[in-house]
C-alpha cells in the first residue's frame, strides 16, 4: 500500500518535467509490482511448488535491494521537492510522496531484517521449536 501511494502520488505530478522523479516513478513502480508478485506467490502457496528455489533468501536479498534503492529513491524525492513551487497542489503530492517513500524504505527494511531471521532460522516460535526438540 505504501509503494502504491508513493508512485500514485508521483503519477498525479507533472513527474516529467523533472528528471529526478522518473527514478522515483521507476523504483516504487517496480518494487510494487514485484512485492506484488510475491505475495500473489505466497497467497496461491505457489513457493511450496518451487521448493527447490531458496525463499527465505531470496526475499532476504529482495528486501535488501529494495530497501537500498528505496533510500535512494527517498533522497532524491526529498531533494526535489522545491517549496517555492508555483503549483500549490504539485508540492502537496510531492512531499507526501517524499514521505511515504520514507515510510516504505523503513518497512522494507525491517522487511530485510525479518526475511534474515527467517534465513538463518531465528524466527522460529515456540510451537515448532518444541516439535523439533522432541523428533
Known amino acids: 500500500v505504501l509503494g502504491l501511494l508513493v508512485w500514485s502520488l508521483i ?28 505475495f500473489v506467490t505466497y497467497l496461491l502457496q505457489l513457493h511450496q511448488k518451487f ?3 531458496p ?11 529494495a530497501t537500498v534503492l528505496y533510500i535512494t529513491a527517498f533522497v532524491t524525492c526529498a531533494a526535489a521537492v522545491k517549496p517555492t513551487s ?7 503530492r ?10 516504505t524504505m523503513i518497512t522494507y527494511g525491517v522487511s530485510t531484517f525479518f526475511s534474515f531471521r527467517a534465513w538463518k532460522g531465528l524466527g522460529s516460535n515456540a510451537a515448532t521449536s518444541q516439535v523439533t526438540d522432541h523428533a
Open 11 to 38: 503519477a498525479a505530478t507533472t513527474y516529467h518535467l523533472h528528471a529526478a522523479y522518473g527514478w522515483v516513478m521507476f523504483v516504487s513502480l517496480f518494487f510494487w509490482i514485484l512485492t506484488v508478485l510475491f
Open 51 to 53: 521448493y527447490m528455489i
Open 55 to 65: 525463499w527465505p533468501l531470496v526475499l532476504m536479498i529482495y528486501n535488501a535491494v
Open 86 to 92: 508555483w503549483r500549490q497542489w504539485d508540492y502537496n
Open 94 to 103: 510531492r512531499a507526501a510522496a517524499s514521505f511515504f517513500a520514507c515510510l
